[in-house]
């Protein structure tokens, strides 16, 4: 992935989770950018647009869940690629290798056709279903129910993309991350909840910067919902960044 896009576009900003130094990897082909897949033929009827190559920043995560992977829990599993400009998360890919199925958002166009139209509920604020991490929950789950009410029902998942999609997909109402968390594990999240007028933020509110310079990591946790997002908000503590 890495390869590839850097022999396609030579002067584009990548920063990846990993790549090898394997020269096999190295020599990949120039990407074939005028081919589009058969089940994305969306993408065809699109406008272009034209920016500043310094502008474009590429996260990839090469393998989201590495730990499920190595356990056989293949349905946690997702590949992601997010381009940025100026920083903002503005187009999002996240693949599932197993089974097969990308979701992919374009951050004020459009959003792959399998992306379901969820509608606002808004019991589910008095009983919000809540996805948290896996293999780090710390004392996030008890921090949901406290800030959201007994009937918060908590569910523990591996791999952000995955989470996020959850979210997007409307299996969950939040995402919830209280530790650090590195932003090439964010970024094409980011760019879909947007696409579908959801919101990312930390848990104190701000923005992520997906610039080149602005650091890998993200120290104040997240927060993920497709609506009311303003409204957890304010029920989590200030105190929660960095809960373990």
């Not at 081919?35 to 474009?56: L, Q």
């Not at 989201?64 to 903002?88: H, K």
């Not at 523990?156 to 993309?161: E, N, V």
Request: net charge negative; aromatic share 10%; charged share 20%.
């Amino acid at each position: 992935m890495y390869y590839g896009l850097k022999n396609t576009f030579p002067k584009l900003n990548i920063i990846s989770e990993e790549h090898g130094k394997d020269s096999s990897c190295q020599n990949q082909d120039v990407i074939d950018i005028e081919t589009t897949p058969t089940d994305h033929r969306t993408i065809d009827h699109m406008n272009d647009e034209h920016v500043f190559v310094k502008d474009v920043t590429v996260w990839i995560d090469p393998l989201d869940a590495t730990q499920e992977y190595t356990e056989g829990l293949y349905q946690y599993v997702t590949t992601m690629v997010c381009v940025a400009i100026n920083g903002v998360p503005i187009v999002g890919v996240i693949h599932y290798p197993f089974p097969t199925r990308t979701y992919w958002g374009w951050f004020t166009k459009k959003t792959s056709s399998n992306i379901p139209n969820i509608q606002h509920k808004e019991e589910n604020k008095e009983q919000p279903r809540v996805v948290i991490s896996r293999s780090h929950p710390g004392k996030v789950a008890d921090i949901a129910k406290e800030s959201f009410g007994p009937k918060t029902v908590v569910t523990q998942a591996a791999g952000a993309g995955d989470k996020v999609m959850g979210v997007v997909n409307g299996n969950f109402d939040v995402y919830l991350h209280a530790t650090a968390i590195k932003k090439w594990d964010l970024c094409a999240g980011n760019a879909i909840i947007k696409a579908v007028d959801g919101k990312m933020t930390t848990i104190k509110g701000a923005e992520i910067d997906y610039s080149p310079n602005s650091g890998v990591k993200v120290t104040d946790g997240i927060l993920v919902t497709r609506y009311d997002h303003d409204y957890y908000l304010s029920k989590l503590p200030k105190s929660l960044s960095g809960t373990t």
